[in-house]
């Protein structure tokens, strides 16, 4: 009741923001994400995935209107992220104002290459929100915001499907879910016009087919097709998830009753990569190479991402550690005084940034709790899935490669399995020890942002 009435509340307000197409359209597609996710479950779970994205879609229309009112109110062309206004909108008019919508389209694709920095996949989906908007006479920013939306809580159910392949109840997954979807990273980026979350979206449904015990052709090509479909969005991102197809084999051999079988089929992907990693080998360094040069932090004062990445191997896992953590200190995101930064891009809408400072550093220390006791680490083996564990690993790769990058929505994908870490080991806390553990947590905490006032400025 408390989700329809907020439905309610959020669809007048935006008829009244914007107008009632507007309106109509947001809850059209509302309609749409939860018809996909009733088509997709079965039974009880079928009941809290609707919720999942009933609730994560509200969230993030609420959210993005609270954004719209402030970006209209202060006159500002764009809102949070550059990016969006730089590249993404003023080019979806482009290709909007070039001709029809399906020779824009195969145009676009027809020019692709793959490993070429382009972004036919994204733009894709742009330029269809964008084409309902001009058909529909809706607000145009919301629309392509909406691009977005819609796709954002399906990040949420398939966290709620980890956490069950994992061995945590339906309620118990059901509730992690949306913490991690509201409190994370993950709700800051869920209706912004940029592609992360659709990547994240993408990253999340190959890792959860690694969890598929028996070995398909059908798992394995659906691998092969979001690792494709990845490029057309971010090639870098792209090119890294290919390692999910030996991960998947890997697992496939240690489960699968066809052992024989398998080991053929993983003999002739191999050989298939290799081959092809060695052709594109040039093209692929040169993509890591740019990646690394556009993304290291020179153009912040401190350079902090860039001094850290100036240390041997260590400095490389405190930049890993720095970025998650951020923003430091937890409000720094809210004026361009302390970042000297537009204001369009500093502001108070950056809330749920600092919100997920918080629950970052909460995933942090009890990871560390973690991994410095040895009763705590005994106590979750039994919750720890081969999978899951292979993902850790890997994602500490991504984690590594992506070291020089100052964008935690580069990584949310991975970000994912940190946060299922953290809820196993909360999980087998005692009472007393979550209590001291938690006290702890908030007071380093503190003593964190104090750290970022003094040595990161921040006043």
């Known amino acids: 009741m408390i989700t329809i009435f907020f439905s309610i509340i959020g669809f007048v307000l935006l008829a009244e923001i914007a107008n009632i197409s507007t309106s109509f359209l947001y809850l059209t597609f509302l309609l749409s994400g939860i018809g996909v996710v009733a088509l997709a479950f079965r039974s009880e779970e079928r009941r809290l995935a609707i919720k999942i994205y009933h609730l994560l879609f509200i969230a993030g229309m609420i959210y993005a209107l609270m954004c719209k009112v402030y970006m209209d109110y202060h006159n500002y062309d764009h809102l949070l992220v550059i990016d969006s206004m730089n590249v993404f909108i003023p080019m979806t008019e482009y290709y909007l104002k070039s001709g029809d919508f399906f020779d824009t389209i195969f145009d676009i ?3 692709y290459r793959f490993l070429a920095r382009q972004m036919p996949g994204y733009y894709s989906v742009l330029i269809f929100f964008g084409k309902l908007a001009e058909v529909f006479e809706t607000d145009f920013h919301l629309t392509l915001q909406l691009s977005t939306l819609f796709f954002s809580p399906f990040i949420g159910i ?34 912004l016009i940029l592609r992360d979350s659709h990547i994240a979206l993408l990253y999340l449904f190959a890792i959860y087919l690694t969890f598929k015990k028996e070995f398909s052709f059908l798992t394995l090509s659906g691998i092969f097709l979001i690792s494709f479909l990845t490029t057309t969005f971010r090639v870098e991102s792209g090119i890294f998830i290919f390692i999910l197809i030996p991960l998947y084999l890997f697992l496939s051999l240690q489960f699968s009753r066809k052992k024989v079988f398998v080991l053929f089929v993983s003999v002739l992907v191999f050989i298939g990569l290799m081959v092809f990693g060695n052709e594109k080998q040039e093209e692929v360094e040169s993509v890591y190479e740019r990646n690394a040069e556009n993304y290291i932090e020179t153009d912040k004062g401190e350079g902090v991402i860039g001094n850290l990445s100036s240390i041997p191997v260590a400095g490389d896992l405190f930049a890993i550690i720095y970025n998650f953590v951020l923003p430091l200190p937890f409000w720094s995101g809210w004026s361009p005084k302390i970042r000297e930064f537009r204001a369009e891009a500093y502001n108070i809408m950056k809330f749920p940034q600092s919100i997920s400072a918080m629950f970052h550093w909460i995933v942090l220390f ?17 919750y720890f899935s081969k999978p899951l ?61 104090i750290f970022g006032v003094y040595y990161l400025g921040g006043l």
């Open 109 to 111: 694709w027809s020019e």
């Open 158 to 191: 398939v966290i709620f499907k980890l956490f069950k392949k994992n061995g945590f109840d339906e309620k118990e997954s059901y509730g992690n879910s949306l913490i991690i979807s509201i409190c994370s990273i993950l709700f800051f980026y869920s209706s």
């Open 366 to 382: 009890h990871i560390f709790i973690w991994l410095v006791f040895k009763d705590v680490r005994k106590r979750t083996y039994e």
């Open 389 to 449: 564990v292979y993902n850790l690993f890997v994602g500490l790769i991504f984690f590594y490669l992506q070291a020089t990058v100052i964008a935690q929505r580069r990584l949310m994908g991975y970000y994912v399995m940190f946060y299922i870490l953290f809820f196993i080991v909360y999980r087998v806390l005692t009472l007393k020890e979550k209590k001291q553990f938690m006290f702890l947590t908030v007071l380093s905490f503190i003593f964190l942002q």
